[in-house]
């Protein structure tokens, strides 16, 4: 099994910044990607962004590309979520998540962290 703890999330004005961590445990020798999705209220989840575990390809979806930024410590079994110029639009509840088998197979994820965007 594998556990995954998300941090980083609270209230920002618009156009500040957050910075969202994920620590793994348990379980973790084999990961193949790590990634975020996010639900805003009222919406289905959605992707936000995922990165390859040992050669560190990042893929993101388009409304994030310029201003988010994926990255992970292998050391410390962690990936990052640097959000950048965020606004009213990314009020959501954050999810890290974790796949072994494949980069889009997420089989583990996080409780979530909410993130508030004010205007």
């Known amino acids: 099994q594998v556990q995954l703890v998300e941090s980083g999330g609270g209230l920002v004005q618009a156009g500040g910044s957050l910075r969202l961590s994920c620590a793994a445990s348990?379980?973790?020798?084999?990961?193949?990607?790590m990634g975020w999705f996010r639900q805003a209220p009222g919406k289905e989840r959605e992707f936000v962004a995922a990165i390859n575990w040992i050669g560190g390809n990042t893929y993101y979806t388009n409304s994030v590309k310029a201003r988010f930024t994926i990255s992970r410590d292998n050391a410390k079994n962690t990936v990052y979520l640097q959000m950048n110029s965020l606004q009213p639009e990314a009020t959501a509840v954050y999810y890290c998540?974790?796949?072994?088998?494949?980069?889009?197979?997420?089989?583990?994820w996080g409780q979530g962290t909410q993130v508030t965007v004010s205007t």
């Open positions: 998540t974790l796949s072994n088998r494949g980069l889009y197979d997420f089989d583990y």
């Open positions: 348990g379980r973790t020798f084999n990961t193949y990607s």
